[in-house]
């Protein structure tokens, strides 16, 4: 059984457009708060030598349990590799196939929500190339579904997607620690239903159950789920079709790294036209102790960060004495633009600023700050910031 | 740690009638789909030498996490045998006593959800011959509940089921290659304030959370389950007491099984008199490569399928290579008939036909075509069929 | 992994005034039935030497899964101890740094649910003497939460609380049979919104969820929570803080325990003045067996009672044969005073009296009478008493 919890705090600071945007009526603020953003159990094995599972369960987000992986899958194989059933992050973005809890900041860019298919119920296949210079992997997916993977829909809702990576470097000798990783994936999907939505958080999320219906025992079940507001929305589009794009790149020279990724969504809308949604983001990180990112070869994913000295704070007999863990400091930039032809969504850009504690390999302590441009889907530009701070561990 | 995961995916035929029958006003289709049918995480183990526990809950049935198998029990103990406490499946029927892991179909047949008492909190004893021939198992419960085991009633809600089996043959040096099951059961019920209910959906579902309730965080919380409606279905009654008879066979001859089961519902109805729903259903199975549907003579219960050779598929040096796993074909007819007296609920029959490929001892591929003529509460009749694939792992 | 399951029945007595004070249209009274109180699964560990880890779910009560415990600790830090961040039970009473595993009686005292600040999210530290007998710790942490620990507030929702313990006699030689410990409480809360509500059970729950939103497939997912009603409220109060104090007492003589605590809240109130609100219990328990209540010296808190011999009951050669596990006798006494100035939540006395077995340590069987005396926030005075039976498994 392996598991992960972040624990968060989060205050914002809204200038007056900002407040009024968001609460027009009563401009209460958007709400302070702690929350745990992530709490997952896993159960991960082998039940034969060419069969794996994975069930993890997310605990922390709205309708929890909510299911992430759960898959099985037959490796080994011919031709194809490993082939996958089940539900898990389709093959679309560095972002999305590395772990969340290797990401840099406290949340993915503001393209991942709105542009990647993520996980969704579907078969596939991935493999990699022998000299685990190249990866690559498909899959076929149903694309609506509720938190549990359930997906009911005669009219559409079925997308594709497969993702190419390669590294153009990769330093051997030093372990990966200089290497140039370049990317490319496309994802298709027929909508159910023909309805679309695209829309992302400022990067940042802090939220909590509003209680719910009260019975004879005088105690309410959770009900609707209040917290940090979408910032660009498209709401419901009525398309036949989306095909998106995405290009990536993450290059790591020793203690400094640097990660782009740019993505566009073209939307066959079904009155309105072919419009096109996009958006990019780029950071960089340096460790002050050294450390560098690793990287996973065969996933063509980000991996593990590993301090060259675990943090420790011990009385001994001559005196107190110290391990400092590891210690990155790391700034991204990102834009997202919703509107085009008949669509109007907003454009964000956000900046974020970050320092990350890792006291070892399995436990972090993030500290964000995240200043949020944003021209709202009604025209009104504003500014927000938010200061952001997460105790991390996995196990 | 162990679990289940089945993923499923679900496509529908229906006449005229039958779309007329379930969505007069629409007419919409009953929707297809792809969901998790069950997953499952259980804990199980013994605190003491004669103490054991189990603790499983479903992730992947509305209510998540539902409450399955959750109880502990005394064992090695004289004259009762084990004693239990808790939730879990109350004896009566082969169908209901065996785990769902080794059906044949991908659903069990429609007299299991009209007419058996399934899972509820009470307290039973279990036990066997010592020649291991014959089994016997009794249980005192309440029978109303919600999806978590509680149930409040002051006004009935109470009842007992038991179940006896014997083995007519069974050869042991073929290590039960060869044998006959016979059984016979009975339930009792005296529903929670006297309303009582008998339904079946087509021996096929598959189903989807509907968005519910939207707070600021304009995250939708999962609402009301939609999915495969009821085919046929009372609505509730106003019963005192509800009295069922199961008898149950199980022949095993080698690769070829045959199962069956008939079922009768006495419903004594505080107006309109007492009532006579009933049901059976018989199937036979083949496996091609010759393996046999094992037994477990402790529980008098169906075991698990072991391939005479796993499935593989590699690359070696003299060439591709491969095991084929297990493969049976299987066919099941069943009959429900829920109209009797002032009781009108509807009259179904099914045919399934059904391929299963088992890869290794804990993972089944299953194909099902199921076809449906029902006589409607309404009076209509009408034809549905179901296509339907199933991937499923345990561990 | 780790888990703990209470299956329980309660069966209700109540006098005429009673019912028509908890139904006063219909006059149905509390309704009996049988549910699981908790099922808990967890995992704890260490990701480093100096680091561990916990995470519990309850899957038995409304919320499903709730969070209990899920924290992270930073451990052996100079000064402080341990350093813990996270959902814990902030350092505030006897009964609640206790596990509910070993509390003498089913629920605990009415005083726990109205005073004091169990679960949240937030920091703190904990350490003891070299000798251990001594502890104390400390929080800081918001006080407004859902079930799953989130909290949002720009308004409020902020306390601390903190906690000494000292042991005045222990008896090593005996390994603890006897000793005597008291200790001290503190807890601030500013109230997120500035409201706040204090409120009990009569120290006795059974509940189950009502049928909540029917979708296509006919089936209810669970709604509202329906159980035993909350005897004492003062429903919600508009206040800008809350100072709570408390005191307690364990004393134990070998078989013989006694135990007692106090508890008053200073209501801080935005109009209608200062009110205070006040409570306490005492019980005392005897081991007809002969075992003693444990003492946990670096938590300040009960341990686990372990039978100088396990139930058992076997055939053997020269007959029957059985261990009797441990027989605790117990009864309680308990006050709440929730009228004060402008407050208006009612007044209970409540005489409960129990019988525990023990048949191993992981396994106890617990029968309780509760006789509830209310007066109720309306004026209305009555008698309530209920019989209620718990078998409990922890492993």
Not at 217 to 238: K, M, R
Not at 299 to 318: H, L, M, Y
Not at 329 to 343: E, K, P, V
């Amino acid at each position: 059984i392996n598991g992960i919890v972040q624990a968060d705090a989060v205050v914002f600071h809204q200038d007056a457009a900002s407040r009024a945007t968001f609460d027009p009526i009563l401009n209460e603020p958007i709400q302070n708060g702690a929350d745990f953003r992530r709490v997952r159990l896993s159960a991960k094995g082998a039940v034969a030598e060419n069969m794996n599972y994975f069930v993890q369960m997310d605990f922390g987000f709205f309708g929890r349990p909510t299911f992430t992986d759960v898959w099985m899958e037959w490796t080994n194989l011919p031709i194809l590799g490993n082939v996958r059933v089940g539900q898990w992050k389709h093959p679309f973005s560095l972002e999305v196939v590395s772990s969340f809890r290797y990401t840099t900041f406290m949340e993915r860019s503001s393209l991942f929500q709105a542009f990647t298919p993520f996980r969704h119920i579907g078969i596939g296949f991935y493999n990699n190339s022998e000299d685990l210079n190249t990866t690559w992997a498909g899959s076929l997916f149903r694309t609506g579904q509720d938190q549990f993977g359930g997906s009911l829909s005669t009219d559409g809702g079925n997308g594709l997607a497969g993702r190419l990576t390669h590294l153009l470097w990769y330093d051997e000798p030093a372990d990966g620690r200089y290497y140039c990783h370049i990317g490319g994936a496309y994802y298709y999907n027929s909508p159910p239903r023909d309805l679309v939505r695209f829309r992302s958080i400022p990067e940042i999320f802090v939220g909590e159950f509003a209680p719910g219906a009260v019975g004879t025992s005088g105690q309410a079940v959770p009900g609707a789920f209040n917290g940090t507001p979408f910032f660009v929305d498209t709401l419901l589009l009525d398309a036949q079709s989306v095909n998106t794009f995405g290009v990536e790149n993450l290059t790591v020279h020793g203690a400094f790294s640097f990660q782009a990724e740019a993505m566009a969504a073209i939307v066959d809308q079904t009155a309105g036209g072919t419009a096109t949604l996009a958006g990019m983001y780029m950071q960089a990180g340096y460790f002050l102790t050294g450390e560098h990112r690793p990287y996973d070869r065969k996933a063509g994913a980000i991996d593990r960060v590993k301090p060259f000295e675990d943090f420790f704070w011990v009385n001994t007999n001559s005196g107190r004495c110290c391990g400092l863990g590891a210690w990155e400091i790391a700034a991204r930039w990102s834009y997202i633009d919703l509107n085009d032809g008949t669509i109007v969504g907003g454009e964000m850009s956000n900046l974020t600023t970050g320092v990350n504690w890792y006291c070892n390999p399995y436990c972090k302590v993030v500290f964000n700050f995240v200043h949020s441009w944003l021209d709202y889907r009604t025209g009104v530009q504003s500014e927000t910031s938010a200061f952001a701070l997460r105790a991390q561990i996995d196990f």
